[in-house]
């Protein structure tokens, strides 16, 4: 797989989270966040350079 990590949607993804109602013993949708995968320090494939 080749990632184009100039694309700037590449690792966009959504979080949602909930609340839990103990009284009513039910969960409801309280959000959703974008969230983002962190960009690898090196491309896959491929090793680092040694100083």
């Known amino acids: 797989m080749v990632t184009d990590w100039n694309d700037p949607d590449i690792g966009k993804g959504k979080g ?3 609340v839990y109602e103990p009284k009513a013993g039910k969960v409801t949708p309280a959000g959703e966040l974008t969230v983002r995968q962190p960009r690898p ?4 494939g491929r090793q680092a350079a040694l100083p």
């Not at 320090?41 to 896959?44: E, F, G, L, Q, R």
């Open 16 to 18: 949602q989270f909930h």
């Open 41 to 44: 320090a090196v491309p896959h």
